[in-house]
């Protein structure tokens, strides 16, 4: 484990717990107590978080983030997911990605296509985003066109929204828009938990010739708040094999493809 891992992991066990011990830590990392001091000093100088006796408490920091708080959830059929999400993309297209961990893995799929990292003399690929964890690890790929939305930094999920997000998507179309959701249901739709995500993830897939919900079973039949797009928007679903039957069939009765994997 590297030290960028190794910090993302003790955030995640404060964020779970409120509080990490250093012995506690260097255990679990197999690294030793002064490693994880240092750790915490440099994180507590980025104010992630406060040094105390023995470790560290959380600070005034969301860290339900995008790959760290429940990283590992479901993270086999997310990979599995984002494998199947990148065979869709062809060289030369124009693809969106909201916020999300799904979503996340799927930029990485595709990102780390050998065919899409070549540099020639026109971009592989162009990318649209209002995920700022996205637009971080996509702007070193030279061979990626990036168009990253302005906008208000939501810090639960690292997504861009508001008026400023808005005014970039009104001004582009998109081959493909990969969406994650919080919950999709076959009559109901895609959903987010809060409205102003589900505002511009529903302008994102408008924006789009074809709708890619990607998502782990669980989110399956689930409620969320604010509506993203109705079921009749949603050209594809691809989720995991775990997904109850009846469901995929009740996707399937509302024109929806269903790619399990």
Partial sequence: MDRHERLNTLLEMIGEQGRVE?????????????????????????????????????????????????????????????????RLVNRGMVIGFNGGTTTTEVSRAIASRPDFNDRGSSPALTVVTNAVNIA???????????????????????????????????????????IGVDAVDPLRGAYAHHESEAAINKLLAHRAKKVVVVTDSSKLGAYAFARICP???????????????????????????????
């Fill in 231 to 261: 079921t009749l928007d949603i050209d594809l679903l691809i989720t995991d094999s775990a997904a109850e039957p009846s469901l995929v069939s009740a996707f399937e009765l509302e024109g929806v493809r269903v790619t399990l994997v």
């Fill in 136 to 178: 971080h690890e996509l702007t070193v790929r030279q061979s990626i066109r990036l168009v990253s939305t302005g906008g208000v930094a939501r810090p639960q999920s690292f997504e861009l929204t508001g008026h400023l997000a808005g005014m970039v998507l009104e001004e582009v179309s998109l081959d493909l828009a990969f």
């Fill in 22 to 86: 250093v012995d506690q830590a260097a255990a679990k990392l197999n690294v030793s107590p002064a490693t994880i001091r240092r750790d915490l000093d440099h994180l507590a100088g980025r104010q992630l978080l406060t040094r105390a006796r023995g470790g560290a408490v959380a600070g005034n920091v969301a860290y339900n983030l995008p790959g760290r708080n429940h990283a590992d959830r479901h993270a086999v059929e997310k990979r599995r997911i984002a494998e199947a999400a990148a």
